[in-house]
């Protein structure tokens, strides 16, 4: 199973909220102007539009702490990476993918033209805000305590499992100790997923190992 990172970027933050899936900045430009998530384009701005105002809710109540480096205008150094202050999120609520942060204002500013060749371009004007925080970043299991993760028919469509090799579910059995090859069916087909998680197991293939066994104990009917 894949390790869940420590951290993340915004990018990743509101992909993941709108879409299940942890995008940085050029991969969620490529997948807007390309598969849209398996949603229509309109649909997936207003998915993100949605999960970028419940997450900034969340960051100005402090539950979710954000780093970011502020940007005073297109000549100044950048500073270094500091904490945000939650009361500035009252005014800095519009997410520009550009450079991963947000600007005065609301909304999603960068967004999927609506043309054939996919290139990005601004709703609207970016010189509303030229003062900005980027390349901000978020402790990742804060975001997880708060929000749930979002889905989309792209991400249905990468969790299908494939089917496990006869080979490797034979190794399985192998393996097992002679108590644990006495279990129900049921049972040893919830351990056989849990040791193979990225497979589809049935319970066919658990009566073939088995034989003629009892599938486990029958539900208790409520009277």
Known sequence: M????????????????????????????????????????????????????????????????????WVEGPTSTIALTAKIDSTELANYRAFDIRVDGLRQGDGILWISNRTRDGEMVWVNNPETSIEHYRDITMNFKELRDCLKAGSSPKLSSAKKLSPISQAALQQWWQGLSADERRLSQLQLLDMSKKSYPDHRITRHLIRDLTGSRKTGPKPIRPE
């Open 2 to 69: 894949k390790k869940l990172p420590n951290r993340v970027t915004l990018s990743e933050a509101l992909s993941w909220l709108a879409f299940g899936m942890l995008c940085d900045k050029e991969k969620l430009k490529t997948e807007l102007v390309s598969s849209a998530f398996g949603f229509s384009i309109k649909d997936a701005d207003v998915k993100l539009a949605e999960s970028l105002v419940a997450f900034l809710e969340l960051a100005n109540a402090q539950k979710i702490k954000l780093e970011g480096k």
